[in-house]
């Protein structure tokens, strides 16, 4: 079943309940983190965004389980373009079986090849967050194709007792 058909129930535009309208405030933690603090470190992950839209780790390895990470953490401190383009990479990045390579270096060459049950099914993980934040019903039908093929290869690693292996 499209993930459209599971959200009709949503009138255009409509956001959750819980969710924070895409534009407003910035979450902030009184005498811990201001909204500049959060907005500041942000726009310090989107600094080290590559130009694909790939973000790595300090070292520039790539891996989609922090990738996605990164991409919420970009939602959440507001910074929508980043965040998108974040998204757009794990689409494009995306192998034909629904992995990901476990590490890419930077610029994209593929370090280390095998692929992840966590790192495949996260993905579902941030396009969820991502509806949440933004409510955009649109972003998640244009991402279902990847979630499901995400989850289809995690679900390919379920052995006979159950458990999914890495």
Known sequence: ???????????????????????????????VLTEAEIRATGET?????????????????????NHVECAMALSVCGLAGPARRAYQWLRAAQRTDGSWPRRTAPGGAVSEAAGESNHAAYAAVGVWHEYLVTGDA???ARMW?????????????QTPRGEIIC
Do not use: C, H, K
Not at 3 to 12: F, R, S, T
Not at 19 to 29: H, M
Not at 145 to 157: D, F
């Open 45 to 65: 992950i989107a600094a080290a965004q590559e130009e694909s839209g790939a973000i790595g780790w300090p070292d520039g390895q790539v891996d989609a389980w």
């Open 1 to 31: 079943m499209p993930v459209g058909d599971n959200l009709a129930w949503l009138d255009p535009g409509q956001v959750m309940p819980y969710a924070r309208p895409a534009a407003g405030r910035l979450p902030a933690v009184a005498g």
């Open 138 to 140: 649109d972003f998640v």
């Open 145 to 157: 194709p990847t979630v499901r093929r995400a989850v289809e290869y995690a679900v390919s690693l």
